[in-house]
Structures are given as structure tokens and as C-alpha cells.
């Protein structure tokens, strides 16, 4: 078992700062980083001047975790190749693995995606539309995935934000 470690981003346009554990590193180009997360590699890759990605690996044959930043937003993404036994009985905000099935109670109580996307902000002088929105956000595929980038590409007011979406 390895220890827990804290991991923080900070970013500008071409290095990223990061701290794990109170340590500090910089990371301009793609490759692995000196550090690790919990003893486990982490690779670094800048997607776009606005998106970089930390991949930690190795944590079992086929399972990584991704740290994905964009702007100032965060997303973890974990991997599995297989339905092994690394995640079986894991449960947390998002459901249970690998079901999905929400057995704990989100507090103060839980976050729902307004059902109308255009009615959910007031859009500011000058802003994208929907349509504006909608385009960005052809290429997502799935229809929840494609309403949260709707929304937030609408949220940002940031075409770009669409392309933190994957296919």
C-alpha cells in the first residue's frame, strides 16, 4: 500500500508549476516527470496552450489515472482496460464502480444539470448562443457528455472549452 499524496496544479501558458506533497516541480515539455504520485510515475503532456494532461501510471496492469486541467478547471479521469478487481466495491460521488449506481448522498444535497441549457445563465452582451454552443460541441457523441459541454462552453463563454470534451 502506498501513501496518499497530495497533488496541485498551476499553469500559464507555456509551464505548469506543480506541487505534490508540499514539493514543488515545473514541467515545460511532454515526458515523464522527476516526481511521482504515491510512488507511481506521472507523464506530463500539454494538449493545447490551454489544456495539459497528467497521466499517473503503473498502478496495475491496464489502470492509469488522468489529471486533466483546462484553464483553471480540473477533471480526473480514471482507466481501466479491464472490469478487473482493482476498482470492484469502489464507491464515491459519482456512483459505484462499476454500476454507476448512486449509493451515497451527496452533500448539501446533489448536483443536478439544469434541464435548459439557455435558461441556466444569463448570457452577457456579446456572448455565444446556443447555436455557437452547439457547434463546439458536434463532436461529442454522448448525449449528457454533449449537454455538459454545451453548457459549459455557454458557462465561459470559451468555444475552446468544448475541446476538453473527448469524442
Excluded at 515539455?29 to 494532461?53: C, D, M, W, Y
Excluded at 444569463?122 to 455557437?132: P, S
Aim: hydrophobic content about 35%; glycine content about 8%.
Amino acid at each position: 500500500m502506498h501513501d496518499p499524496s497530495q497533488f496541485e496544479v498551476k499553469g500559464g501558458q507555456d509551464r505548469f508549476q506543480y506541487w505534490i506533497n508540499g514539493t514543488a516541480g515545473t514541467v515545460t515539455e511532454t515526458g515523464p516527470l522527476e516526481s511521482t504520485l504515491g510512488g507511481f510515475p506521472i507523464h506530463f503532456r500539454a494538449v493545447s496552450k490551454k489544456q495539459n494532461l497528467f497521466r499517473v501510471t503503473n498502478f496495475a496492469p491496464g489502470v492509469a489515472v488522468a489529471l486533466e486541467t483546462y484553464n483553471d478547471f480540473v477533471r480526473v479521469n480514471i482507466h481501466s482496460s479491464a472490469n478487473g478487481p482493482h476498482f470492484a466495491g469502489s464507491v464515491g460521488l459519482m456512483g459505484s464502480y462499476p454500476t454507476g449506481t448512486k449509493g451515497v448522498v451527496q452533500h448539501p444535497e446533489e448536483c443536478e444539470m439544469p434541464k435548459n441549457v439557455a435558461a441556466s445563465r444569463r448570457l452577457r452582451e456579446g456572448a455565444l448562443d446556443t447555436t455557437d454552443a452547439k457547434a463546439a460541441c458536434a463532436h461529442v457523441r454522448a448525449p449528457k457528455e454533449r449537454e455538459a459541454c454545451i453548457f459549459d462552453v455557454l458557462a465561459t463563454n470559451d468555444r475552446d472549452m468544448a475541446s476538453s470534451y473527448t469524442v
